[in-house]
């Protein structure tokens, strides 16, 4: 059983001082959360682990809005996630962050790297990533085998965007050949973006430590891995200890209570998509044709409680055997982050591999 961690303040702490004014200690406590929040922020787009990411990011927007946050470090710290949530859901061409629906997430983020300029130390760190945020909107597009869209994103970023002129030069040039593949794409990939907007956050975390909660935390808990046990006679009774009138039937296991869980292991929906328009740092937005069209293609069997799969296209397949060649035979976790299978695993792209091999649509 994992050891009980102790929340309650230091005993030194004195919770009846009225000389401090409540909302100070609320505006300190309420960017402790947020440095907190914003560290998992980080540490989640490290990992690539997106459902944590979409979890930390709901909380960060909420605890954005309080009136409490002040300050540009903190008003800059909401727009630097705002910035990760559009980069993590890059190649999701469905999602929106902006009112326009031309404005895919890349090219959301690249509009919002620009107003990050100043949290930036190195200016080679910036250009390098303004260029790959500006290759990766179009190579995505490519990726996904949607030539019209890459071509609206160059004529989007030539009105909108500074563009340097030998990029657009090169872009225009793997554009008419409509090659993902092309040398220029891969030496300016996804995965490069990735690792260098991470080098940017532990830079930026270096210069604003964020990591006071955390530290906190990490010493409460390392405190309280082997905690002394108090006697009957010492002590208040804890929350979770049952009151002297039933100690009694608790030693003879008739009313033995388990503790409660304060939190639940699962994180519910806070927002549902209708609500992303009101808020700063917008999460992942479905347009609503998309999800009737998901609801109705979607079929429920009461036999097995499973949902019915969807067919495969000639255009998933298309998806199924550039990954492979791009990455190799197995590497189903790698493809599925390069193309969109419509919610399909690794193990359904591996069974319909088997079915195009015996089919001999691949060799």
Not at 114 to 120: A, F, H, Q, W
Not at 132 to 138: H, I, P
Not at 291 to 300: Q, R
Request: aromatic share 8%; hydrophobic share 35%; with cysteine.
């Amino acid at each position: 059983m994992d050891p009980e961690v102790n929340c309650e303040p230091p005993e030194d702490v004195d919770n009846t001082d009225t000389n401090v004014d409540f909302s100070q200690v609320k505006t300190v406590a309420t960017g402790w959360m947020l440095d907190f929040l914003f560290v998992s922020l980080c540490r989640s787009f490290k990992e690539n682990n997106l459902d944590e990411f979409k979890d930390t990011i709901s909380a960060i927007e909420a605890i954005s809005q309080s009136p409490a946050l002040k300050g540009n470090l903190h008003n800059e710290k909401v727009m630097i996630c705002g910035f990760l949530a559009r980069v993590m859901h890059g190649k999701q061409l469905d999602v929106r962050f902006d009112d326009d629906n031309k404005v895919m997430p890349l090219m959301s983020a690249a509009k919002l790297w620009t107003t990050l300029k100043d949290t930036v130390a190195d200016e080679a760190l910036f250009k390098n990533i303004t260029v790959l945020l500006l290759v990766q909107s179009v190579a995505v597009c490519l990726e996904k085998g949607q030539k019209s869209s890459a071509s609206s994103v160059l004529k989007w970023f030539e009105a909108h965007h500074e563009f340097p002129q030998n990029l657009k030069t090169k872009l225009s040039t793997v554009l008419s050949k409509s090659d993902s593949y092309h040398p220029f794409i891969m030496s300016f990939s996804f995965s490069r973006l990735l690792e260098t907007v991470q080098s940017y956050l532990d830079a930026y975390l270096e210069k604003n430590p964020s990591d006071y909660l955390l530290k906190a935390a990490a010493k409460n808990v390392r405190s309280s891995k082997n905690p002394e046990p108090l006697k009957d006679s010492e002590g208040p009774l804890s929350a979770d200890e049952p009151p002297a009138k039933d100690k009694q039937k608790s030693k003879n296991g008739s009313c033995m209570r388990t503790k409660r869980k304060l939190l639940s292991t699962r994180s519910p929906e806070v927002w549902m998509p209708e609500s992303c328009k009101k808020v700063k740092v917008c999460l992942t937005k479905i347009p609503k044709s998309e999800l009737c069209e998901m609801t109705s293609e979607t079929v429920t069997d009461s036999s097995n409680n499973r949902r019915a799969r969807k067919k495969w296209t000639a255009q998933l397949d298309k998806y199924l055997k550039d990954g492979v060649r791009r990455h190799g035979l197995g590497k189903w976790s790698r493809i599925l982050q390069d193309y969109d299978f419509e919610g399909r695993t690794g193990v359904m792209l591996k069974d319909r591999w088997r079915i195009l091999m015996k089919a001999h649509k691949v060799s």
